[in-house]
C-alpha cells in the first residue's frame, strides 16, 4: 500500500560523498517520521538520521557534522546527504518511513536496501 524507492547509493573513495534519496508512493494520506537506518556485516541495524513531520532531526553521534538529513513534504521524499565519508560508514542502508494511509491506518515501511560501500 505504501511503496518506498531508494536511489543515491554506490561506490565512494574515503572522505568523498553520496546523496540517498527515499520517495514514498501509494495509499499516504499523511507522513510523520522519515530516516535512514543502517547495517553492516556482523553489526545489528542502527538509526543514522531521523527527521519529524515539523522538520526536527535526530543524528547518530557517530555521522553528526558529516550527514545531513533533509525532506520534501510535497514530493514525500526524504534525502540523506553524506560528506567526509569513512570505511566505516560501509553498509546497507535503508529508509524508514511511518504515517497514516488514506484508510486512516497507520503504517510503517522500509525501503529496499541500498549498499554504500567506502574504499581507501
Known amino acids: 500500500q505504501v511503496q518506498l524507492v531508494e536511489s543515491g547509493g554506490g561506490l565512494v573513495q574515503a572522505g568523498g560523498s553520496l546523496r540517498l534519496s527515499c520517495a514514498a508512493s501509494g495509499s499516504i494520506f499523511s507522513i510523520n517520521a522519515m530516516g535512514w537506518y543502517r547495517q553492516a556485516p556482523g553489526k545489528e541495524r542502527e538509526l543514522v538520521a531521523r527527521m519529524t513531520s515539523s522538520y526536527t532531526p535526530t543524528d547518530a553521534d557517530s555521522v553528526k557534522g558529516r550527514f545531513t538529513i533533509s525532506r520534501d513534504n510535497a514530493k514525500n521524499t526524504v534525502y540523506l546527504q553524506m560528506h567526509s565519508l569513512k570505511l566505516e560508514d560501509t553498509a546497507v542502508y535503508y529508509c524508514?518511513?511511518?504515517?497514516?494511509?488514506?484508510w486512516g491506518r497507520g503504517f510503517e515501511s522500509w525501503g529496499q536496501e541500498t549498499q554504500v560501500t567506502v574504499s581507501s
Open positions: 524508514n518511513v511511518d504515517g497514516r494511509t488514506v
